[in-house]
Structure formats: structure tokens, C-alpha cells
């Protein structure tokens, strides 16, 4: 098959495949004649019919002064996976963290978002109404594409009373709108939560991630809540962040660039890609600004994996509970937790790669030699019969 061949026959495919795949704008205040604010940008909303629906939704919202439009690679993407798939444009200007970031309120994170999120009286230093919060964009979009076009589906993502189904929901953010996901995630049973560049909710009065990152009480579990940084991109305090959302259960930061599909099941993905200086921020999920080969987004199975990975067969991490080894800061030996024996041990440092990886480990052994690691970061993962637990340490 010649060059020419192949080029004529590419371009088929790909009218054929953009051909396939629905892609809509609708304007907030169509759906609603109460939404007022906002409105410069639609929802846009993307569905592939000939690919078997999952039955999920995702709903992604852009960042801070971001629009919908931005991120159509991705919302094309998700709807080519099966899954009905929302860009939702909503109050997202100004920045959450110039309310919170110096404010001794350590609960103005939480608040606002909320607010931003439910449209309820949560914070004196933001003013949104019911009707222009997230939660009621997103129920009347469903409605309003219930009504347009009932044989597509739209209708399993709303009760009977028009509230959304959160369980049979992923929300997907951006800085910002990542925020907001990981929130809703606390507050809500959803299906999963990604969080490409954030959560950013960071505080200066503490020097420490915002309280409500780490706080109990919520509603999906660690393990549903997938994320995506630049290591460019405040990647220290995002690590931080990340830890306080106990990410770091489920494994250690991996680069996306060393590792492929499925990225040791990890939650934290890392890239260090060579994006021009000041796009690190927007390049994990923005159009015009994520890395492309041929005009196909480098991070598109990276996506695939924080949409899908066992989205539908559930998760084959059972987590122990949460262990501690002392000393950590560690110099040379590290004493293990006085529980079973583990079957296998095994170290990553701080990209991931495997440093130290033991199958057959001693039953009386209870201690562990790491004096020959350099100094860093690192993670400390034991496997046992009915589970595994990791705890991250520090090298000196």
C-alpha cells in the first residue's frame, strides 16, 4: 500500500470517525431564562451512538476564566470510550484562591466552592445564586437534552425529581473546575472525580494544603479520585495536596512519559513533557495547549485511563488500613509495623520506578536496610493476603 494509500485512507477514517460522533453547543441560559451570568460560552456536549453507551456521564468544568470549548479533545474522547460526555460552563471567575489563599478562614476553600457548586448561602465573600450554580446548570442541561433528544439517554443521569444521579456520574475539572471535583467528591457518592492540574487549594496562613482536602466524612472513596500534574506546575505543594487526599494509598506519583497503560494503577499521574514555559498549567488537558503528535494529543490514553480504568468492573485494590514505619525521616533502617508478614515488599521512589522490589520475604523479618538509597522521597508498599497498604517516607 503506497504513502498516498495510506493518506487517502486516513483521511477517510477520520471523517468517518468525526462523522460518528455528535458534538453540540447549548446555551446556559436556554436551558434556564433564570441563569443570567456566564452565558459567553456554551455547554458544549459530545456523544458517540455508535459506540456501546456505559451508561456514565462525564462532566467536565474548565478553570478559572476557562470555557468549554477549550477542552473538546478531551470531551471528544470521552464520548468515543462510551461515555455521554458534558463540558459545562459555569460561574468561574475570579479565582477561588484569591478569596481563601491568605485568609485565616481556613474553612473559605470548602465555603466557596460550595457555594460555587450547590448556589446556597455557604460564604460572605462570594455571591452565587441557585440558579447559577453548577449543580442547577447541570440538571437543567440534562433536562433540556431529555427534551430536544429522549433517544439518547440523557434521562438515566436524572431522578424523579430532576436532581442528577450522582453515582452514574464522573465530574472531570481543570485547576479550578479540578477543584470543584475533588469537592464534589467529598460531598456527594459519585463515580469517580478527575483532576487535571489540581486541586490547587492551598494555604498561607498554615503553610499546608486546605483543611477539607484531608478532613473525613467523605463520600467517595480515595480510590475514585484520579489526578494529573505537570512536575512544572507547583508540583511540590500539588504532591502535598495530592497526599492529604490519601492518593498516595493507591501508589506513588508515576510519570506518564515512563510508564504506559495502566501507569501502576497509581492515582497520581506526572508528566515533565517540554511544553513551552507558562503552558505546564493548561497542558494536561487544554486544546491549544496539551502537547500533540499529528495533531493527536499526546495525553489522550492517559485520559482514557482516568476515565476508564475498572470504571464498570469495580477496583482490584482491597486497602489495609493505613501503615507506619519509624523512623521516617529514615537514615539507614526502617522498622516495620508489628502486623502480619507480608507476602511482598516493594519501594518506589519519587516518579515511580521500582527501587527495591522482594517476592519472597522473610517471616521474621522486621526491619528493612535503605541505606543505600540516595536521599528523596520514597514509597513503601507491603502486599498482604487480603490487601496491600503503602505509606510514603522520606530518605535522609
Request: charged share 15%; hydrophobic share 35%; glycine share 6%.
Amino acid at each position: 500500500m503506497t504513502k498516498i494509500t495510506l493518506l487517502i485512507f486516513g483521511l477517510i477514517f477520520t471523517w468517518i470517525a468525526n462523522a460518528q460522533l455528535i458534538k453540540r453547543q447549548v446555551r446556559p441560559n436556554d436551558t434556564d431564562s433564570t441563569i443570567q451570568t456566564f452565558t459567553a460560552d456554551s455547554h458544549y456536549v459530545y456523544l458517540n451512538k455508535t459506540v456501546p453507551s456505559k451508561g456514565i456521564l462525564v462532566v467536565h468544568l474548565p478553570g478559572t476564566f476557562g470555557e468549554p470549548k477549550r477542552s473538546s479533545l478531551f470531551g471528544e474522547t470521552a464520548a468515543d470510550l462510551g461515555l455521554h460526555s458534558i463540558g459545562l460552563m459555569y460561574p468561574n471567575i475570579p479565582t477561588v484562591g484569591s478569596f481563601c489563599t491568605n485568609n485565616p478562614n481556613l474553612s473559605c476553600f470548602e465555603l466557596v466552592r460550595r457555594e460555587i457548586i450547590e448556589g446556597k448561602d455557604y460564604s460572605s465573600d462570594i455571591n452565587i445564586s441557585p440558579s447559577e450554580c453548577i449543580i442547577n446548570r447541570l440538571s437543567k442541561l440534562l433536562m433540556y437534552l431529555h427534551l430536544k433528544f429522549p433517544d439518547e439517554g440523557w434521562s438515566q443521569f436524572l431522578d424523579e425529581e430532576n436532581n442528577p444521579v450522582y453515582e452514574r456520574i464522573i465530574f472531570s475539572g481543570h485547576s479550578q473546575g479540578g477543584g470543584h471535583a475533588a469537592l464534589i467528591a467529598k460531598h456527594y457518592a459519585i463515580k469517580r472525580a478527575l483532576c487535571f492540574s489540581s486541586p490547587k487549594d492551598w494555604s498561607n496562613i498554615t503553610n499546608s494544603p486546605a483543611p477539607w482536602a484531608y478532613a473525613d466524612g467523605w463520600k467517595t472513596a480515595p480510590e475514585f479520585i484520579y489526578c494529573f500534574n505537570h512536575v512544572l506546575d507547583e508540583h511540590e505543594k500539588q504532591l502535598q495536596i495530592w497526599d492529604s487526599l490519601s492518593l498516595n494509598l493507591f501508589g506513588p506519583p508515576v510519570s506518564v512519559e515512563q510508564y504506559t497503560f495502566p501507569y501502576q494503577k497509581t492515582r497520581q499521574l506526572t508528566s515533565s513533557f517540554n511544553v513551552p514555559v507558562g503552558d505546564e498549567h493548561a497542558s494536561t488537558i487544554q486544546d491549544n495547549k496539551t502537547p500533540k503528535q499529528n495533531g493527536m494529543p499526546l495525553f489522550k490514553p492517559v485520559w482514557s485511563y482516568m476515565l476508564t480504568y475498572e470504571l464498570l468492573a469495580g477496583t482490584n485494590h482491597i486497602i489495609k488500613t493505613p501503615i507506619y514505619i519509624s523512623p521516617n525521616p529514615a537514615y539507614n533502617i526502617i522498622s516495620l509495623p508489628n502486623t502480619s508478614t507480608p507476602k511482598a515488599i516493594a519501594i518506589y521512589n519519587h516518579n515511580g520506578n521500582t527501587v527495591l522490589d522482594n517476592n519472597s520475604w522473610s517471616n521474621n523479618q522486621k526491619s528493612l536496610d535503605v541505606s543505600n538509597l540516595t536521599p528523596g522521597i520514597y514509597y513503601l508498599q507491603l502486599t498482604f493476603e487480603d490487601g496491600v497498604s503503602m505509606v510514603k517516607f522520606i530518605k535522609q
